[in-house]
Nanobody
Framework: QVQLVESGGGLVQAGGSLRLSCAIS????????MGWFRQAPGKEHEFVAA????????YYTGSVKGRFTISRDSAKNTAYLQMNSLKPEDTAVYYC???????????????WGQGTQVTVSS
């Protein structure tokens, strides 16, 4: 079993920055991918970014490229999402998730955190 716990959300003005953390505990699996998703009120879960744990290869959705950076610290068993130049449309609950293979679909992931709220004011 894998447990994921997000932190770092909050309220920020447009143009500001936040860094989300995802602490990972429990069983780990080789070749894992860590992903970040977000869900705005009344919308489906949206893929934001993913990273392959073993080599750090990253994937991003188009709307966050150049503004968000996903990373991981293997020693701390933690994944991060650095979010810069935040916009009001980035407002959502952000979730980290773990999967055995790469995917940008929420349903393909095996484990999910409880989410952390990010609110960007204009």
């Amino acid at each position: 079993q894998v447990q994921l716990v997000e932190s770092g959300g909050g309220l920020v003005q447009a143009g500001g920055s936040l860094r989300l953390s995802c602490a990972i505990s429990g069983r780990t699996f080789v070749g894992a991918y860590m992903g970040w998703f977000r869900q705005a009120p009344g919308k489906e879960h949206e893929f934001v970014a993913a990273i392959r744990w073993v080599n750090g290869y990253t994937y991003y959705t188009g709307s966050v490229k150049g503004r968000f950076t996903i990373s991981r610290d293997s020693a701390k068993n933690t994944a991060y999402l650095q979010m810069n130049s935040l916009k009001p449309e980035d407002t959502a609950v952000y979730y980290c998730a773990a999967a055995r293979g790469y995917s940008n679909r929420w349903s393909d992931y095996d484990y999910w955190g409880q989410g952390t709220q990010v609110t960007v004011s204009s």
